[in-house]
């Protein structure tokens, strides 16, 4: 049900994306989009499970991705602040509530003393881990930079399909069912799909441009 969940974050940015940005999606985006969201459903179907709270976080979790994507797009487009400006400041606001919440859950002293910080080792793979975070987020931001808040939402959740695929040869823990796999198998066909439009509207429309282009060098 969690990845039912979690799917939704895709519909909320499309909406968001309508909202914020007066961006409109054609039928065959909209369809893509849904068959994602039935895809995810019918895979979860048999995992029901009911549970006011962890569903509340999950959509305010769906909610919040949704409006930073079409924020960040919306700060991108008007050019005041830059990739390097959003991702700065991003991070620079994050500061003070990511200590508090670390003082008064206890993580912050805990981590304090953690023994592992005189290991070498250690430090070393701590300080790669803070530097793929930032490359993520980079990404990220460039992702929605030349494509769009909606395409960033959908590439992590397709990541998530290709990391469950995996996981049914790799990992040994996959129970095969069939509503399960067919599921699985209608998201990924709606993304690929989506991925194939997208790609499509694109170069129709640079194909207009380059012909005008290549029409005023000749008059010149």
Known sequence: MFTVLRRFSILFTMIAEGILLNKSFTRSIQMTVFAMLLGAIIAAS??????????????????LTAANGAYVKQKLESKELGKYGL???????????????????GDLQRAIDFEG??????????????????????????????????TTTIVGCVKNILVTYIGMFLGGDYIFTWTNFIGLNISIAGSLVYSYIT??????????SSNTETKGKIAV
């Open 87 to 105: 991702l700065y400041y991003n991070a620079l606001f994050m500061i003070l509530p990511s200590l508090a919440i670390a003082y008064f859950t």
């Open 117 to 150: 910080w005189s290991n070498g080792m250690f430090v070393f793979q701590y300080l790669v881990s803070c530097i793929m975070g930032f490359v993520l987020m980079y990404s990220t931001v460039l992702c929605t930079q030349y494509n769009s808040a909606l």
């Open 199 to 208: 790609f499509t509207e694109e170069q129709s429309t640079k194909t207009p």
């Open 46 to 63: 048999s995992d029901m499970a009911f549970d006011s709270l962890g569903y509340g976080y999950i959509l305010t979790n769906d909610v």
